[in-house]
Nanobody
Framework: VQLQASGGGLVHPGGSLRLSCAAS????????IGWFRQSPGKQRAGVLC?????IIYSADSERFSISRDNAKDTFYLQMDNLEPEDTAVYYC??????????????????WGQGTLVTVSS
């Protein structure tokens, strides 16, 4: 399983950003996928996870959504109405199975290099 996140950058408060995760070595359909983040001085925390049946966990279902393009072996994190507290390095992850608490604690079996999101005016 290989994963590579991209799409981070600087965004103003209230803005939106879409992160991408290029996946290889597994089927997006058969694995649970998701995103987690880590801010300076804080533990990593799950943002959103889903499996083939639907959303497992979301830190903020009104602002964060996940989608995937199986043809491109890529999945995405759409983030809207961003706040300075969302500033973090974001990672995409995958696991054969992940439960709610494991997602919340970002206990993925595999993850790749992260991408930095900075929300600032």
């Amino acid at each position: 399983v290989q994963l590579q996140a991209s799409g981070g950058g600087l965004v103003h408060p209230g803005g939106s950003l879409r992160l991408s995760c290029a996946a290889s070595g597994f089927s997006l359909d058969s694995y649970a996928i998701g995103w987690f983040r880590q801010s300076p001085g804080k533990q990593r925390a799950g943002v959103l996870c889903r499996d083939k049946w639907g959303i497992i966990y979301s830190a903020d279902s009104e602002r964060f959504s996940i989608s995937r393009d199986n043809a491109k072996d890529t999945f995405y994190l759409q983030m809207d109405n961003l706040e300075p507290e969302d500033t973090a390095v974001y990672y995409c992850g995958a696991a054969p199975f992940i439960g709610v608490e494991a997602c919340r604690r970002a206990e993925f079996a595999s993850w790749g290099q992260g991408t930095l999101v900075t929300v600032s005016s």
